[in-house]
């Protein structure tokens, strides 16, 4: 079974930048959309950004303009690059694919805090 697994959180003041990774095979970058999500406590998980594999990217408004989600197929590896950030951006932050989030278990998650 596919493992995913993230890294890259921290602690950041607000208007700080951290950038995340999950490792992630090279078969599903190559066919499946991948997305990052986020779960703040006392709330729904929330998918915020994805990116296809032709590139085509999207993102929930409120992150627009301030991340950016890529992908570097040579190593396997899918990024979420967070600048501007707020407090309100703090939780825990995984990857998945989507369309397939029930046959692929969700990682352990990276934990983002935005505090000064």
């Known amino acids: 079974q596919e493992q995913l697994v993230e890294s890259g959180g921290g602690l950041v003041q607000p208007g700080g930048s951290l950038r995340l990774s999950c490792v992630v095979s090279r078969t599903m970058l190559d066919i499946y959309i991948m997305g990052w999500y986020r779960q703040a406590p006392g709330k729904e998980r929330e998918l915020v950004a994805t990116v296809a594999p032709a590139g085509d990217t999207d993102y929930a408004d409120s992150v627009k303009g301030r991340f950016t989600i890529s992908t570097d197929n040579a190593k396997n590896t899918m990024y979420l690059q967070m600048n501007s950030l707020k407090p309100e951006d703090t939780a825990v932050y995984y990857c998945?694919?989507?369309?397939?989030?029930?046959?692929?278990?969700w990682g352990p998650g990276t934990q983002v805090t935005v505090s000064s």
């Open positions: 998945n694919a989507p369309l397939h989030t029930e046959e692929i278990s």
